[in-house]
């Protein structure tokens, strides 16, 4: 027993024999946040997205006092639009957005966000509120950030989503028109009128349309006043018969 002693506080009189002893009973060390954020960016030009994903929300969640972490939070937005998972690119775009306002990718991470909320629209037939928020988002690029490169894109982007939105007005218009309820869909056509005149191939559509909803209605609406005529003579002749 007293060698082993001898023989332990030798070995701690070297120098190194420390790091042996921490080799057997301490856990290894994993990779630093510098590292994970290099492998993240690497696969990001990899294009492997969902691995970038993984790396970023590491980064973001266990790391908040790192100098990588607004990288990483931007990062990570980027890599879940890139992944084609778009409604969580939009929250995340928007979380960036409420924890750092003076940032200077704002103008960039509106554009995003917009982008993705209106990519996450995928049929006409249902509801519009992403493509309306993403309108929003659009207008404040290029309302707020007109000297900006993203502002033309912005511009693009409101385009893109008042024309979606046109489009499924008149889709809701269509059915009116095709259940025969003349008057919904000539009111619905004028309102799109009033809402998109910017958006000229559905206004022009919109107007054809209630011109002849509105002939239609008419029509309808003087033949049941003929028979309303009609029925109150031929009731009035029966009772004197």
Request: with cysteine; glycine share 2%; hydrophobic share 40%.
């Amino acid at each position: 027993m007293r060698n082993f002693v001898l023989a332990l506080m030798f070995c701690f009189s070297l120098t190194g024999c420390g790091g042996l002893i921490d080799s057997y009973f301490v856990e290894t060390p994993t990779d630093t946040v510098q590292e994970k954020f290099e492998v993240a960016v690497e696969s990001m030009q990899m294009k492997e997205y969902g691995k970038a994903v993984l790396l970023f929300t590491d980064i973001k969640d266990n790391y908040p006092f790192s100098p990588y972490v607004i990288e990483a939070e931007l990062g990570l937005a980027d890599a879940l639009y890139l992944n084609e998972d778009y409604l969580n690119a939009a929250d995340a775009y928007r979380d960036f957005e409420s924890l750092h306002p003076r940032h200077e990718a704002i103008p960039y991470v509106l554009l995003q966000a917009a982008r993705s909320l209106r990519l996450s629209y995928r049929s006409i037939d249902r509801a519009s509120s992403n493509v309306q928020m993403a309108e929003e988002y659009a207008s404040r690029v290029v309302n707020e950030y007109p000297d900006t490169e993203y502002a033309a894109l912005a511009q693009e982007e409101l385009k893109t989503c008042r024309r979606l939105l046109a489009e499924r007005e008149v889709f809701i218009s269509n059915v009116y028109w095709n259940m025969g309820n003349y008057e919904a869909a000539y009111n619905r056509y004028t309102r799109i009128m009033e809402q998109f005149p910017d958006v000229e191939q559905v206004y022009e559509y919109s107007k054809k349309q209630a011109e002849a909803s509105y002939i239609l209605f008419r029509k309808e609406s003087a033949e049941e006043i003929r028979e309303q005529k009609e029925g109150s003579w031929k009731n009035w002749l029966k009772s004197w018969l």
